[in-house]
């Protein structure tokens, strides 16, 4: 399997702007989806975006136009930029990844965004 970590987390203000970054070791020449998801307080985990081994991309509508995920050349760290955050924006993100066969799932530990009105 693929171990993950999340990094870049912290306390913004509204508006501002914050990169986060899942660094990923193991069997990474298996997968063939990365994403980031996140968790509020009382609600359920829920998609902020997906990019596949080719480089398409999915965004949920929360973050269109103001998030954008993306990947280094050597696929090996993955990043979600942040921008124009909200306080409705505040959650545990998790990175995510995928792997073959039959799309077995990693999980990193989360890091904390909190977005201040």
């Known amino acids: 399997q693929v171990q993950l970590v999340e990094s870049g987390g912290g306390l913004v203000q509204a508006g501002g702007s914050l990169r986060l970054s899942c660094a990923a070791s193991?069997?990474?020449?298996?997968?063939?989806?990365m994403g980031w998801y996140r968790q509020a307080p009382g609600k359920q985990r829920e998609l902020v975006a997906t990019i596949t081994s080719g480089g398409s991309t999915n965004y949920a509508d929360s973050g269109k136009g103001r998030f954008t995920i993306s990947r280094d050349n050597a696929k090996t760290t993955l990043y979600l930029q942040m921008n124009s955050l909200k306080p409705e924006d505040t959650a545990v993100y998790y990175c995510n990844a995928v792997q073959s066969p039959f799309a077995r799932e990693s999980w990193g530990q989360g890091t904390q965004v909190t977005v201040s009105s």
């Open positions: 193991g069997s990474i020449f298996r997968v063939y989806r």
